[in-house]
């Protein structure tokens, strides 16, 4: 691995090259700041970079050819097109998925476009991840100063703690527009094309983009990606006026802080903001369609979340009902949630409260694409790609040189998994077959504490168990026996790993507890490299550290069988 030095050379002959500077046999670059929020860090971490964010770097010119291509493509965009295309690649939506895939498609040497028609970032950057994150960061800080017992614990005295409301909301506005900027200079940086308006296939390897009518401009492309996102799904029956009745969209601005809020869903979206909501003084009344809060996570983490997030806060719930009709606040009257039940459509009564949020999921964002024009048949809004994120047409046949990637083909709508399909699209029109393994793909809830998890759920790997003909155990530790979670005192936490005793394979690992979402990712790595079980109980862990709790957690599972792989010999240093 090369390392970060610093290096003086007297009377160096140099040639600029954009941010690269030729001296004598080797290489100097200078890192620019190309940060963003996705599963991709930098164009640059090939094997001729470690990171931009360090200093100068020493690059051997004889060890790295893919050096000159990726310092060709800061200031040509990839090599001309061939077949006389416009371009090799243009990406529809510059969300965190588009943005992922156009900065690999550079790093390939491909010309590469992309098309906005809002602006750069997406949902995750601008109206998603990103700014839920940094009232996230508001709330965890006033639930720990809140809370005297564990102030005191520490040994601290903390007078009423308080925020100003103004100064939060621009704490999260400040904070998308900060990354935004990073990820539209980053494209720029490496000369991708960003191109304004919306774009629309016209046909096979054709489209156009622009405001609408006859100002558009026509290009052509050997590949397309569609990246277009989502947007907030709102049930019928549900008035939303953005002010007492609202989505993630209008919460994430925080315009105000009722006393009482309804949010409709226990999901992830609707977990985080109760979070924010009550750390800030509201309460909170869930409705949720399934018998259960939190239907879409391991059933023991959620029950365990359940206990600490939810029963001991400001918060009650109405479970197995659904939220048929919401009248928004007018005239001095209250927000009115009309509630029926969610298997015999009775009426079950109405709530009122000051504000209701909707958080029953997303909808695809795939209106005006001219799907039509190239035979493809959206289905739910999402449209139809295999496991190669190829486009399927309404025959079954493929869709030539057509791909779609993130929420708007609905496989995993998460961000991270979006810019992942969009890499590994990539690596397909470069040449290189390449499919995505989701199972490997982590999620994360952003509460205090925190919830995450990959690969599948206790039912769902008894199921694939019993089809398969398998055996199937679970294994778990506590943040309990953790020193670093004590030192914090942070010892509510699991952490469940479920897995084949007769070859290690991981089926899901699943985590409740501070900084779960950190955590998960050596799991989610094991999956998606084939690591066994029986290799992970070798890996050193520093002392003491969160990431201890895997370490015991790998270590107490019961394999039947050695190591998969001969461990390395010792060196000697």
Not at 66 to 85: D, E, I, M, R, W
Not at 129 to 156: D, I, T, W, Y
Request: hydrophobic share 40%; aromatic share 6%.
């Amino acid at each position: 691995m090369q390392s970060a030095i610093s290096l003086s050379l007297s009377s160096p002959s140099t040639i600029t090259r954009s941010d690269c500077t030729v001296a004598a046999n080797v290489y100097l670059c200078t890192p620019r700041s190309l940060r963003f929020c996705g599963l991709r860090r930098e164009v640059f971490e090939s094997k001729s970079f470690n990171s931009l964010s360090v200093s100068t770097r020493l690059v051997p010119r004889s060890r790295d050819s893919s050096f000159n291509k990726v310092c060709a493509a800061l200031q040509s965009n990839g090599t001309p097109s061939k077949g006389g295309f416009d371009y090799d690649l243009v990406i529809i939506g510059a969300g965190v998925g588009g943005h992922g895939a156009a900065l690999h498609a550079v790093e390939k040497g491909l010309k590469t476009a992309i098309i906005e028609g809002d602006v750069v970032g997406g949902t995750c950057v601008n109206r998603g991840c990103v700014p839920s994150k940094a009232l996230l960061a508001v709330s965890g800080r006033m639930r720990e100063l809140q809370n005297e017992h564990h102030m005191k614990s520490f040994g601290l005295q903390v007078a009423a703690a308080g925020y100003d409301r103004q100064g939060v909301a621009d704490h999260a506005n400040n904070l998308a527009s900060k990354i935004r900027s990073n990820l539209t200079n980053s494209m720029k940086a490496l000369g991708v094309d960003i191109l304004t308006g919306t774009g629309t296939i016209l046909g096979p390897q054709k489209l156009k983009f622009g405001k609408g009518g006859s100002g558009d401009t026509i290009i052509t492309a050997k590949d397309i990606i569609i990246a277009t996102g989502s947007v907030p799904l709102v049930p019928k029956g549900i008035e939303v006026d953005g002010k007492s009745v609202i989505t993630s969209d209008h919460a994430l601005k925080l315009e105000f802080v009722p006393e009482w809020i309804a949010i409709v869903g226990s999901g992830y979206i609707g977990l985080e903001f109760s979070d924010v909501y009550t750390a800030l003084g509201s309460e909170v009344t869930f409705i949720e369609a399934l018998d259960q809060l939190m239907p879409g996570f391991d059933p023991e983490i959620g029950k365990l979340a359940q206990r600490v997030l939810i029963n001991p806060r400001k918060i009650d719930y109405h479970t197995g009902v659904f939220a048929s009709k919401i009248t928004p606040a007018k005239d001095g009257k209250p927000v009115i949630v009309e509630l029926i039940d969610a298997k015999t459509k009775e009426p079950k009564g109405t709530v009122e409260v000051d504000a209701a949020l909707i958080a029953t999921g997303r909808a695809p964002f795939t209106q005006g694409l001219g799907l039509e024009n190239i035979n493809v048949q959206t289905q739910r809004g999402f449209v139809p790609v295999d496991e190669r994120m190829r486009v399927i047409d309404a025959n079954g046949k493929l869709a030539p040189h057509l791909y779609c990637i993130g929420d708007a083909n609905g496989k995993m709508m998460l961000a991270h998994a979006a810019s992942a399909q969009g890499i590994s699209v990539v690596e397909q029109v470069s040449g290189k077959d390449h499919v995505l393994n989701h199972l490997s793909i982590p999620a994360a809830c952003f509460t205090h504490p925190e919830i995450s998890m990959v690969g599948l759920t206790e039912p769902q790997a008894r199921e694939k168990a019993e089809k398969e003909g398998f055996e199937m155990s679970i294994t778990k530790t506590s943040f309990k026996a953790n020193t670093k979670a004590l030192a914090e005192n942070e010892g509510e936490g699991l952490a469940k790993l479920i897995y084949r005793p007769d070859t290690g394979e991981i089926l899901g690992v699943h985590i409740f507890g501070m900084h779960a979402a950190d955590l998960i990712h050596e799991a989610s790595n094991a999956i998606a490299m084939g690591t066994r079980i029986q290799d992970l109980k070798f890996a050193v862990h520093a002392h003491p550290t969160l990431s201890e709790v895997l370490d015991e957690l790998f270590k107490s599972a019961k394999v039947k069988v050695n190591s998969s792989s001969p461990i390395a010999q010792p060196v000697a240093v």
